[in-house]
Nanobody, 120 residues
Framework: QLQASGGGLVQAGGSLRLSCAAS????????MGWFRQAPGKEREFVAA????????YYEDSVKGRFTISRDNVKNTMYLQMNGLKSEDTAVYYC???????????????WGQGTQVTVSS
């Protein structure tokens, strides 16, 4: 089970830190990712992190602004979001993959989503 939190309302240029807590003790075996879905749009990939925590991959639109990380002791993944823009407004979802990691992998488990709203 994945529990996403940390969303909220922030002004453009501001920062938020999302968390994704996993109840699974084998958290360290899963590749993890963040996705988002804006109103009227399809869900899109944001960032992913290898189960080791040493390799990350970002969608071009968030490179240099967002940082994905994980703590395999705390069974938690994070998304530090800086320099937020109005186009970052969306519901953010965390996801876990047993088979791999990255943008194209199949994610098996999904969190419930946390709303991020950026006012301009």
């Amino acid at each position: 089970q994945l529990q996403a939190s940390g969303g909220g309302l922030v002004q453009a240029g501001g920062s938020l830190r999302l968390s994704c807590a996993a109840s699974e003790r084998t958290f360290s075996l899963y590749g993890m990712g963040w996705f988002r879905q804006a109103p009227g749009k399809e869900r899109e990939f944001v960032a992913a992190i290898h189960r080791s925590g040493r390799v990350m991959y970002y969608e071009d639109s968030v490179k240099g602004r967002f940082t994905i990380s994980r703590d395999n002791v705390k069974n938690t993944m994070y998304l530090q979001m800086n320099g937020l823009k109005s186009e970052d407004t969306a519901v953010y979802y965390c996801a876990a993959s047993r088979a791999g990691w990255g943008k194209e992998t199949t994610y098996d488990y999904w969190g419930q989503g946390t709303q991020v709203t950026v006012s301009s």
